[in-house]
């Protein structure tokens, strides 16, 4: 049977609009996670405190996470590639931050500037600063169903990143497929590896929707007791260093599809509809929301 209720991670904020090109003000940041934050989301990613020159939209994160208005209870998470973007975080009173490390070398390498031998052993020092401040800690874990530049992903890769981020300690793990090209069953055998190293309570499905799998994919990683999802209002999204890829998976499409399967989530669609209406109204296009577009022109 399907977990009765998931939690869904918000990550338009910060993966979704991390693309842009024009530059958007953090006015417009932090009505947007405002707003998230009324439909009731427990988690929204809100920032990154990466370089600049590497992300530049990610520049205004400090400004954004002072300016938001906080929920009680809600969970504010920021992007803390080294311990620079962890005393960033720190200072901007981020509830969690998330180390992001990579299956495939190559993406690393493109990502992140380094091996993933390398990005474990940089992140060392985040998770222990994490653990002294008490602060969550996230492991995202890119490409973990195939990569821009390398092609295939071993399934013991992803298996020996996950165990990697489990002994750095982290309270939850991203599996995620940053291209949007994977299918339902090669979902659940990734998926599976990543239940054999982590509780499955702890782990999410990060999934892009490239290839129109993203849906399938999630309804596959239910099968198996997931019960954590990434997604980004109005289908916002793409990658700096994943050419070609789209958005991650619409928030507005996930909470339909829970809302048709009886699973809990405590989020006010109509409430995330308008959200995506807002940013897409701002970024002067249509939103990628298929549900959300649908529920708009009624
Ligand atoms: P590097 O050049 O190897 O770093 O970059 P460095 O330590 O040699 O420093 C070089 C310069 O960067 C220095 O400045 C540092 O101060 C600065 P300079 O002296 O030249 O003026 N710097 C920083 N500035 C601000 N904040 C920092 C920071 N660190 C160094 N934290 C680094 C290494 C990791 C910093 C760089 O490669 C980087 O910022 N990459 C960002 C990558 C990124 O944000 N990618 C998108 C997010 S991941 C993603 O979207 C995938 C995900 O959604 C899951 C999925 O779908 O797969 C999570
Ligand atoms: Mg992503």
Known sequence: SLPKQVKIVEVGPRDGLQNEK?????EVKTELVNRLTSAGFQNIEAAAFVSPKWVPQMATSAD????????PGVIYSALTPNMQGFEAALAAR?????IFGSASEAFSQKNINCSIAESIARFEGVARAAKEKGIRLRGSISCAFGCPYQGEVPLDAVADVVARMRDLGCDEIDIADTIGVATPRKTQAVMERAIGQFRVDGLSGHFHDTYGQALANIYASLELGISIYHSSVAGLGGCPYAKGATGNIATEDVLYLMQGLGIETGIDLDIVVDAGQYIS???GRKSASRAGNAIAAK
């Open 64 to 71: 954004v996470m002072a300016a938001i208005t906080r929920k």
């Open 281 to 283: 109204q701002f970024l």
């Open 22 to 26: 024009e530059n958007v003000p953090a």
């Open 94 to 98: 981020a509830d969690e931050v998330v």
